[in-house]
């Protein structure tokens, strides 16, 4: 049985469709009929609008375990998770 889903657009997008542009892609091509609305980008994208630089903190072990298995338990990475936390905090204290 086929499903069906709606892009942000309102378009229907089937798994017909989805089908078609992965073998599209997968020959290096871009699937027929179909239109890009920028370039593509390769890469991850920016965490940040400014320029991003690395914290590095020591927590005890059972801390980052703790971190890491809350992260995992909402489907994000130790650093977003902490990421987030460390925003809440400053949110908060302004």
């Avoid at 889903?5 to 992965?22: K, L, N, P, V």
């Avoid at 992260?71 to 809440?88: C, E, L, N, P």
Wanted: with cysteine; proline share 6%.
């Amino acid at each position: 049985m086929s499903r069906s889903y709606t892009s942000a657009t309102g378009q229907e997008i089937t798994d017909e469709m989805i089908e078609r542009w992965c073998n599209a892609y997968e020959k290096g091509e871009f699937p027929p009929g179909e239109r890009s609305v920028g370039p593509v980008i390769r890469g991850r994208p920016p965490l940040s609008h400014e320029e991003t630089v690395v914290l590095s903190i020591k927590v005890p072990a059972s801390m980052k375990k703790a971190l890491e298995r809350e992260a995992s338990s909402q489907g994000q990475t130790a650093s977003a998770f902490a990421r987030d936390a460390i925003t809440a905090r400053l949110s908060s204290a302004n």
